[in-house]
């Protein structure tokens, strides 16, 4: 076993043997290390492992010490004995074990055990020198690709003691894609370019090794710098040497921030206006207008109310899920500053028809649900675990975790004529909430901030509002840049985009400080973030690679293509076809992303194949972004998408019947698809293709006209199943 | 009104009979309803055709109004006869504007009203459908169009705007008895969405620039059809002026405030800023003070001294002002000890409780689906020591809501007692979530009763007995009414038309008397009702209003199925332990399915009373109280005895005679048309060349005429149809109430 080479290749644990064995600071990190008190084993919640319970990754020594000597009559520990201990026994798989062999006889860890087991099993908890804090070597390094480093763990005492726990210690990169970290702290950098973090975890403490893996690429010319997103991007890429790809054409330009403002491919006359505009400011404006129209609104409503669970569960939901959607687009299309947003929605009150975000506490309705969603998609932190136990890689415990609740303590409820929908209101008293553990009230606080005394008049709601819209909130401004820089850039600067913590840095911290600070300068204008964004020439640099930065996953070297998503994908080819597929309720032409819940999934296969989410999760991962067969299967072969190419009166037919030169109808084809002019052999096979005679079933020349329907459909069939279309790039 | 918009009234029609013949069992016998007008509104001074759909409207010969300054006669064809479902409304140039409740007399009675609004905006109806850009119907200012929401579409509007010249767009629904829950949307020319309502059917927009602009309206769930009629208004407003609002119905909860409700004392306004406590406004006691909860989460706070032994009676009105507000008062005694401060709470005043707990969900029947209570404050404050007082007033609902529509008036006043009623006619039983029962008009039959209960809401400390009444009953029609006893908030009330009561209409009273301070003082009962006949509660939420006035009516085209009422019409008396019997007549009309009726008792201090079961056509029944065991208060009291039951109802057979008569009629004129034509056309051959031209034109005529009278021939068959199937016998579920049982309960001899 890896481990037992490990343990005793560490010099210190040696050195340090005669001393008197710590039942908190030796034996419950061999413990953790050996990954005994792992929540799959027997941290597992609520009854641990057959029969016998440690706290996870040990936060809690006195349980496991009840646990370990005192249980089961004593039976795990033999003082007298100690090879003979069930501990050890087990551990050392001399008996069935069902986690198998944890520890070698002859390893550090064991002797260490045996060693306490010998000393008659102390408990130490009080005595024990507290561990302070913890230190990671290099904390900083610039390492080449394909090398490796060796980290060194120092746990720091209360005593002023320090000692070397890289034996015990776990490690963590924070992307296994660029680097792998061995059991012994050994960093082995792959061949990804960037910036990687290695998070180091002992005993409830973490630190991080950040790992800069320059590419060394002689970076020669830049594209122009138009905002501070450039120049903190470019610096960065000049440090690590990956060249960027040139600014794109107009026409990528103009169809990408379309899909990713608008959620919709540009109109042939919108193309054909923006490509033949001389205007040198032409692409802020298009910015611009792509920011003022509802599909705005409607395409970001789309991305929120799925993250906030718009979920229709009964018929009667209808109403609810209708007013919360349009609640959310509403408030983007008048631009309301995002804390504002949030303080709607978090300290709602009446009811849902009178006041919309009232609904949310109809989907959210436990205090403990609320804060974890709250806390996940507004701040950027993930609390579910320091609901039972000490956060395993933050610095968020239980108490941090109740103080959150306590803000929603006071939520008073009054049953509706509706089944299942309350009126909500702010319930007078003082706002607290019992710590599950320590059964002690709990009053609330920010995180990482002081407790508050709310009167009992005050709705904690509006305080934790206050809080999260303060300017110094290191979360709030945080989270939404970060968020938002995914969905314009495939990737967050950390990943995933709502998991904030210290021990997962950002790939570029200034460049989330300086996005953060701009978000909270503008007044947290949403727009401004989207206009800062895609006016940079960050967000405009070509998706094709050049000679160095196709390894470039996360620097933004070059933009990286993503699949259009369900809804943008099937507005796109309604668009592409003037098809208009029907949807429950709604209008005939209701667009696909304006739809208000996921109960439209259901009807369409599309939407279900493309990853549509359900709205039952905080986080955007429930939308599946991957490609697939089925899909791959459904564009080419599925009776909606083949309906959708012979409407009547649709794009081919009516292409098929126009009056006009065939090349003018290929280019409005390729204007529709792509946004750009055809090339001169795309036209040639285009015309080709339609000028060939085609027969019917039985070998009989169809009539001209029903031939250059079919030709026509068959072209829309081509480009809808190119990559050029299914991407935005 | 355009053919094809009365065309679609009439599919909304047939939709509803289709609605109610989709459950297994109708309930309630067919009572009239008036379900839409269209226009819903007219200007004043103006006359105005309106169309009316409803339920069991046949002979539909009045449409009555709840003020005299509308009236109405039918509309007459070309050929001078009444067209069917049509009149022509008058409103005089005095008609107070505001809503109105509508209603038409038939041949069952007076139906449900429905809201009629009389404005001073000129009135345009929407003819043409309007969804889409190209369709918009151009609005002019300071109008109201009349329009029917269009299912799963959007109805587009234009208007021109000038830069800075505010409008205000305003979609009234609910509060005129609409279903449309309405989402506005100003647009730019292009049809691109600026701003958007969803939430009070209102916007104020100031135009950015000169031109056109458009005006969507949808349902927020795109729901549509003729329930879904709103009127649309647009209208200049100056920078800084009030948004002036489309009248509204009343809410049920706002019976127990009168918006003009003046008690003496001098009136004052919130005066901001006073969210803390640092900057309490400083007023005397009494007071009457306007003010609004705004901007978000605002706190209005109030400072004034008081003496020990005090009582003051604090009261807010806001949520039956109309308004989605909460109210919250918080009295707390002020005490100084240099710069600190020590508060101590007085007083927590939260809502109005209801004064009969209503129904808890909206499917099965546990309480009347009518919230009398109010979210809004009343309540008493005793000064218990001198000192200061501070009041905070705020809307628990408001923590994030900036409207400034949100006012409050808050009386803090020396004891004022008084009391407030309201009253709805109950079914005693709902199946199925059916709350149609619950927007039953007062259209009796003669030997039928109705019941209702009757709530009050007692101000200032006032508990005396509350003697309830009716007034301007029609002939043959009686009411008899329960006390409120001294300190309770209930009572019933039944009204019932004799077997021989005559047909006819007319608007009653309902009125509650009491005693106070040695004065005699009246009080009117408020009406509620739903505004519609909801079949499935677990469907639909039924919504309440009050009514403007107490119309009732006695139908001469049936009787009631079934008539109980004791022997004889006299006070039965009996002692505290003794039994009473109670000997009962029983009068039958029709045909049942079932076997048996199983009566209850209703009356406080009765409802546990053994009831007999009576077989079906039974002439008659004893009903024994025995007050050894139930043991009501020494003095008089009315019961009442109920019960479900299942009639083999036959809609208005008389019809069928009549179209059976017209029928034989068309089929006459048809045959002697086709005698006449054929005659010509044999004519025609006949003729010599030079005549046969005229001899053509005459058959040809005569041929034309045989087709308007075979399609007259077939629309008579089909009326008969129609008739007949309406006459067959069909199960309905309802309830019979007896005539009201008045005994009088003695002492017991023992001592």
């Known amino acids: 076993m890896l481990l037992l080479s490990l343990l005793l290749a560490s010099p210190s644990f040696a050195a340090e043997s005669a001393r008197a064995v710590s039942f908190v600071n030796d034996v419950v990190p061999v413990l953790t290390k050996a990954g005994c008190n792992s929540g799959a084993c027997h941290a597992k919640a609520g009854q641990g492992q057959n029969g016998f319970q440690l706290s996870l990754l040990g936060f809690e020594p006195q349980e496991d010490y009840e646990h370990l000597v005192k249980e089961a009559r004593g039976r795990r520990v033999f003082a007298a004995s100690p090879d003979q201990s069930l501990l050890l026994m087990k551990a050392s798989g001399r008996l069935p074990h069902g986690g198998g062999m944890r520890l070698d006889p002859a390893s550090e860890g064991y002797r260490l055990l045996r060693a306490w087991l010998q000393q008659g099993t102390p408990f130490d908890q009080v005595t024990a020198p507290k561990l302070v804090s913890l230190d990671v070597q290099p904390p900083r390094k610039t390492l080449k690709t394909k090398s490796e480093q060796q980290l060194k763990v120092t746990a720091r005492y209360a005593d002023g003691r320090t000692r070397d726990v890289t034996a015990l210690a776990l490690f963590e990169a924070n992307d296994r894609a660029m680097a792998e970290a061995s059991e012994s702290g050994r960093v082995k950098i792959l061949d990804i370019p960037g910036n990687v973090a290695v998070m180091v975890r002992y005993q409830g403490l973490a630190a991080v090794c950040n790992v800069s893996i320059p590419l060394g690429a002689p970076v020669k010319s830049l594209p122009p710098s138009r905002n501070f997103i450039d120049q903190l991007v470019f610096a960065n890429l000049k440090l690590i040497g990956i060249p960027p790809s040139p600014v794109c054409e107009h026409a990528t330009f103009m169809r990408r921030v379309s899909l990713d403002i608008a959620g919709r491919l540009p109109t042939v006359a919108e193309a054909d206006a923006f490509l033949s505009s001389t205007e040198p400011t032409k692409r802020d404006k298009l910015v611009e207008t792509l920011l003022t129209s509802p599909d705005y609104a409607d395409f970001f409503a789309n991305k929120w109310t799925a993250l906030l669970k718009n979920k229709r569960d009964a018929a009667s939901d209808i109403t609810a899920n209708f007013a919360f959607h349009s609640w959310v687009r509403d408030s983007l299309l008048a631009n309301k500053p995002y804390d504002q947003l949030v303080r709607q929605l978090l300290a709602a009150t009446g009811t849902i028809e009178g006041n919309p975000p009232v609904a949310w506490y109809k989907r959210v309705k436990q205090p403990t649900e609320q804060l974890e969603d709250v806390a996940q998609l507004f701040l950027g932190v993930r609390m579910q675990c320091a609901q039972c136990h000490h956060h395993p890689f933050e610095r968020w415990s239980q108490h941090d975790y109740y103080s959150m609740s306590a803000f929603f303590s006071q939520i008073g409820r009054k049953p509706t004529a509706t089944a299942g929908e309350d009126v909500i209101f702010h319930k007078r008293g003082m706002a607290q909430t019992e710590n599950k553990k320590t059964k002690l009230p709990v009053k609330p606080a920010g995180l990482g901030d002081p407790t508050l005394d709310i009167p009992p008049d005050e709705d904690p709601r509006l305080r934790l509002a206050d809080w999260m819209g303060n300017k110094a909130n290191p979360f709030f401004a945080k989270a939404l840049v970060n968020r938002y820089w995914k969905h314009f850039f495939k990737r967050g600067l950390i990943e995933p985009e709502d998991d904030i913590r210290d021990t997962n840095p950002p790939s570029n911290p200034e460049l989330l400080d300086a996005l953060a600070k701009h978000f909270v300068e503008s007044g947290f204008d949403l727009k401004a973030v989207v206009r800062v964004i895609t006016q940079s020439s960050t967000y405009q640099l070509s998706a094709t690679p050049n000679q160095h930065n196709g390894v470039d996953r996360q620097n933004f070297s070059h933009f990286y293509p993503r699949r259009m998503q369900a809804e943008v994908l099937l507005d796109s080819i309604d668009q592409f076809t003037g098809a208009k597929t029907e949807f429950a309720d709604l209008p005939l032409g209701t667009r696909a992303i304006a739809l208000p819940d996921n109960s439209y999934n259901r009807g369409s296969a599309f939407l279900k194949v493309f990853g549509r989410p359900e709205g039952a999760s905080v986080c955007e991962c429930e939308r599946a972004s991957s490609a697939s067969l089925a899909q791959s299967l459904h564009l080419m072969n599925a009776a909606d998408v083949k309906a959708k190419l012979a409407t009547s009166g649709g794009r081919a037919d009516r292409l098929a019947k126009a009056d006009k030169p065939e090349p003018a109808k290929i280019r409005e084809l390729y204007l529709a698809a792509f946004a750009r002019e055809p090339q001169s052999h795309e036209q040639a096979v285009a015309e080709e293709y339609l000028a060939r005679p085609r027969e019917d079933a039985a070998g009989k020349p169809l009539p001209p006209e029903q031939s250059r329907r079919i030709a026509y459909e068959d072209l829309l069939w081509a480009l809808i199943n190119t990559k050029e279309f299914l991407y935005n790039h | ?751």
Request: proline share 7%.
């Open chain 2, 1 to 751: 009104m355009s053919p094809k918009s009365a065309a679609s009234i009439i599919a909304g029609v047939a939709w509803f009979a289709l609605a109610s013949s989709a459950f297994a069992q109708q309930v309630i016998l067919p009572t009239p309803r008036l379900l839409t007008t269209m226009p819903m509104g007219a200007q004043v001074g103006t006359t105005v055709e309106v169309a009316i759909t409803g339920e069991n409207l046949e002979e539909a010969t009045d449409l009555v109004f709840s003020t005299p300054k509308l009236t109405a006669k039918p509309k007459l064809g070309s050929d001078g006869k009444p067209e069917a479902n049509k009149f022509v409304i008058t409103v005089a140039a005095d008609a107070p504007v505001g809503v109105h409740d509508a209603r038409v007399v038939s041949r069952l009675g007076v139906s449900a009203a429905r809201a009629f609004t009389v404005s001073k905006l000129a009135e345009v109806t929407r003819t043409t459908p309007n969804t889409s850009l190209e369709t918009a119907l151009a609005l002019k200012p300071n109008s109201v169009c009349n329009a029917v929401m269009s299912a799963r579409a959007v109805d587009f509007y234009s208007f021109t705007g000038t830069k800075g010249q505010r409008v205000v767009v305003e979609c009234a629904t609910a509060g005129i008895d609409s279903k449309l829950t309405p989402v506005l949307i100003v647009a730019d020319g292009e049809g691109r969405d600026l701003v958007v309502n969803r939430t009070s059917g209102l916007l104020d927009f100031t135009p950015p620039a000169d031109g056109k602009y458009f005006v969507k309206v949808h349902g927020l769930t795109f729901k549509g059809g003729p329930e879904n009629f709103y009127r649309l208004a647009l209208q200049d407003v100056a920078a800084g002026a009030a948004i002036p609002r489309q009248a509204r119905t009343r809410s049920v909860s706002s019976f127990s405030w009168s918006p003009a409700a003046d008690f003496g004392i001098a009136k004052t306004t919130d005066t901001e800023p006073n969210n803390a406590h640092a900057q309490a406004q400083k007023i005397t006691l009494p007071c009457d003070i306007s003010g609004g909860f705004f901007p978000a989460a605002d706190v209005d706070t109030f400072e004034f001294s008081a003496k020990k032994g005090e009582v003051w009676w604090i009261e807010v009105a806001s949520e039956r002002l109309g308004l989605p507000t909460d109210p919250f008062v918080l009295v707390q005694r002020v005490e100084k000890d240099g710069d600190k401060e020590k508060l101590t709470d007085v007083a927590e005043l939260n809502d109005i409780p209801p004064p009969m707990k209503p129904s808890s969900n909206g499917y099965s029947y546990d309480g009347p689906p009518y919230d009398a209570g109010s979210a809004d404050v009343l309540g008493k404050l005793e000064i218990k020591e001198d000192g200061l007082y501070r009041l905070q007033l705020r809307d628990l609902f408001g923590g994030t809501r900036s409207d400034a529509a949100n006012i409050y008036r808050l009386v803090i006043r020396q004891a004022a007692p008084d009391f407030a009623l309201a009253a709805w006619a109950i079914h005693f039983e709902l199946r199925n979530g059916d709350r149609n029962a619950q927007s039953k008009p007062i259209a009796l039959r003669p030997g039928g009763t109705m019941a209702f209960d009757v709530v009050v809401i007692r101000r200032d400390g006032f508990a005396g007995d509350i003697e309830l009444g009716m007034e301007n009953l029609p002939t043959g029609v009686t009411a008899a009414a329960l006390k409120i006893p001294a300190g309770q908030s209930q009572g019933k009330l039944l009204i019932t038309a004799s077997e021989k009561a005559p047909r006819s209409a007319g608007v009653a009273k309902i009125v509650g008397r009491s005693q106070i301070n040695g004065a005699t003082v009246t009080r009117p009962v408020q009406l509620a009702s739903m505004t519609w006949p909801v079949r499935d509660a677990s469907g639909e939420i039924p919504k309440p209003r009050l009514l403007a006035d107490v119309p009732i009516s006695v139908t001469d085209a049936e009787g009631a199925p079934i008539t109980i009422a004791p022997r004889e019409n006299k006070i039965w008396e009996v002692k505290l332990g003794e039994k009473l019997t109670i000997p009962l007549a029983l009068t039958w009309r029709g045909e049942f399915s079932g076997t048996t009726l199983k009566l209850r008792a209703d009356g406080a201090g009765f409802t546990a009373a053994k009831t007999p079961e009576v077989a079906l056509k039974a002439p008659t029944a004893e009903f024994v109280l025995d007050l050894a065991t139930l043991k009501p208060a020494p003095g008089e009291h009315t019961i009442a005895l109920y019960s479900g039951y299942v009639s083999k109802y036959r809609h208005n057979p008389a019809a069928i005679v009549l179209a059976e008569a017209a029928q034989k009629k068309a089929d006459a004129d048809a045959a002697a048309i086709a005698a006449e034509a054929k005659k010509l056309a044999a004519e025609v051959s006949a003729a010599p060349a030079e005549k046969r031209a005229a001899v053509e034109t005459v058959a040809k005529a005569a041929s034309e005429k045989l087709k308007s009278a075979e399609a007259a021939k077939a629309d008579a068959a089909k009326r008969m149809k129609a008739a007949t199937d309406a006459a067959a016998p069909k199960d309905i579920a309802d309830i019979v109430v007896s005539e009201p049982i008045r005994i009088r309960v003695l002492p017991s001899d023992k001592k």
